[in-house]
């Protein structure tokens, strides 16, 4: 999660990034995002953490799912000509 943060603030910031991985950017944090919530033990923890305290539901894992796609979405934005060759202040 905090790298999602991380990568929103440098998207919305248009600052640029350079880093690698091992992997491609699909597979940082699973292989499949589609399967997240049919593993057993994953499925047990979201079921616990949507659990409403005082009527709010504190977790959903469609959210993460979107984040994660969002994410992929901007880094990949981010390796574009485009956006690496917009005038920027930082």
Avoid: W
Avoid at 17 to 35: G, K, N, V
Avoid at 58 to 73: K, M, P, V
């Amino acid at each position: 999660e905090r790298f999602i943060i991380f990568v929103d603030t440098l998207y919305e910031t248009k600052t640029k990034l350079i880093c690698s991985a091992e992997t491609r950017l699909e597979e940082l944090f699973t292989h499949d995002p589609t399967l997240l919530q049919n593993d057993d033990a994953t499925n047990e923890l979201l079921d616990f953490l949507k659990q409403e305290q005082e009527g709010v539901t504190i977790f959903s894992g469609q959210e993460e799912i979107f984040q994660f796609a969002r994410c992929i979405s901007r880094l990949k934005e981010m390796q574009t000509d485009g956006y690496l060759q917009a005038n920027r202040s930082h």
